[in-house]
């Protein structure tokens, strides 16, 4: 078996593995200025897709713009999730099959070109060749047996086992090992050959979560009661439900704003995929949802409660009308739920305590906590998920350290390394 690393090589986002040169594996999208994506476009006879995150789905309508147009294997959330993204995508950066340039004011140009690597006719054509399937439902394609195993990351996320007969290659994509509200941990270990691993926090041990969701609670109700507003920026996907879930189990008075809305709704049409359907749904009536219409936005800032919204770094999204409205006032609050990449608003908020907000710097007098509620296995989670893979070669990818992690598992007996960004690695 041959494996190509056209992306997610010693970085996170942009992820896309070629196998035998017909079998792909994810094809991402790096969020930056400009946008990256994968170091080549190839013609795969299949695509099979881990999850629906951006760094890994972002790219795929522009597989489908040629005369060849490969199958797309995934799991039901992961189908809706990724139509969703593209079209957001599409509304940020894209230019319509008309020809025109997207209507929204969002729609940013970096240095006079529009860059996405596809249309809107690409993204329509998504739906045909979508083939979906359930966790642990072998299925072939390209000459290869698939199976995909829960792994413990968004709703619908999966571990990918690829088969070829003689190999078995199983790529984890994103995992975590503990529960989570809105998904249980990993528990499948099937049996595999080669490991092609993420390693987003090798050298994090998250706090236990129910020690973080106290604390986070805690700190919002003592807000509340002291007649405060919380704004909390929150990843559309996954942590939006995640935090809904939270607020519910709480008690504590919310409203939801963003794309993270439609995604709860989408996610309650496949409740096989989340850990407890009925209490996302009882999540879903105890929030409100932000129409948005007449004002609402800026009249909800003074209600003493819980404002979820996107976007989880405040690099967009409804999040941006909120924090102008609540930020000078210190009883108010801002709790960051998630990493804050380099470069973002949401990191210089918190680390400066100002932050560029709409073209203008904003300094902040409410208070600006930082929680973390990570979907991703921590140091501890991905080395006993390895240990059921001693005798496996081990291929480190997806992380900002991967080289480092390697050498560790290196030095703990394990056949590892870290290929690099265009690398062509044979397994056997
Ligand atoms: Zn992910």
Request: net charge negative; glycine share 10%.
């Amino acid at each position: 078996m041959d494996i190509r690393f056209l992306g997610g090589a010693r970085e996170v986002g942009r992820s896309a593995i070629l196998v035998d040169g017909s079998l792909l594996l994810d094809f991402g999208m790096l969020t930056a200025t400009p946008p990256q994506f994968p170091v080549e476009t190839p013609s795969p006879d299949a695509v099979v897709v881990s999850h629906g995150h951006l760094d890994h789905v972002g790219t795929l309508p522009a597989l489908l713009s040629g005369t060849e147009r490969p199958p797309i294997h995934w799991t039901p959330p992961t189908q809706e999730l990724a139509l969703t993204l593209a079209r957001d995508t599409l509304k940020l950066h894209g230019v319509s099959a008309s020809g025109a340039r997207g209507g929204s004011k969002r729609r940013r140009r970096f240095g006079g070109t529009l860059q996405c690597p596809f249309t809107e006719t690409d993204v329509g054509r998504m739906t045909q060749v979508s083939e979906t399937h359930g966790y642990g439902e072998p299925f072939e394609t390209a000459g290869y047996e698939i199976t995909f195993y829960n792994a413990g990351h968004i709703p619908g996320s999966a571990h990918v086992l690829v088969d070829d007969g003689d190999t078995r290659l199983l790529y984890t994509g994103d995992f975590h090992t503990g529960d989570q509200r809105l998904v249980s941990g990993t528990t499948a270990r099937p049996a595999a050959d080669v490991v092609l691993c993420e390693s987003t926090y090798s050298d994090v041990d998250h706090d236990p979560r129910g020690d973080v969701e106290r604390r986070f609670a805690e700190s919002v109700e003592t807000t509340l009661w002291e007649g405060g507003t919380v704004v909390v920026p929150a990843f559309a996907i996954g942590r939006t439900q995640e935090m809904l879930l939270i607020c519910a189990a709480h008690d504590i008075p919310c409203y939801v704003d963003g794309m993270g809305k439609e995604v709860t709704r989408m996610l309650l049409r496949h409740p096989e995929f989340v850990r407890d359907a009925d209490a996302l749904r009882r999540a879903k009536s105890h929030a409100r949802f932000v129409t948005g219409r007449d004002g609402q936005r800026k009249r909800i800032t003074d209600q003493k409660a819980a404002i979820i919204t996107t976007s989880g770094m405040l690099s967009g999204g409804p999040a941006m009308t909120y924090i102008p409205e609540i930020r000078s006032n210190p009883t108010n609050k801002i709790t960051m739920t998630g990493y804050q990449v380099e470069g973002t608003p949401g990191r210089e908020l918190v680390e400066t305590g100002s932050a560029e907000i709409d073209g203008r710097i904003m300094p902040v007098s409410a208070r600006v906590e930082q929680y973390d509620f990570s979907a991703h296995a921590d140091r501890d989670g991905l080395l006993a998920f390895l240990d059921d893979y001693r005798d496996a070669e081990v291929l480190v990818n997806h992380g900002d350290r991967c080289e480092q992690f390697a050498d560790e598992l290196r030095e703990d007996g394990y056949d590892a390394s870290a290929p690099e960004l265009g690398d062509r690695v044979t397994v056997e």
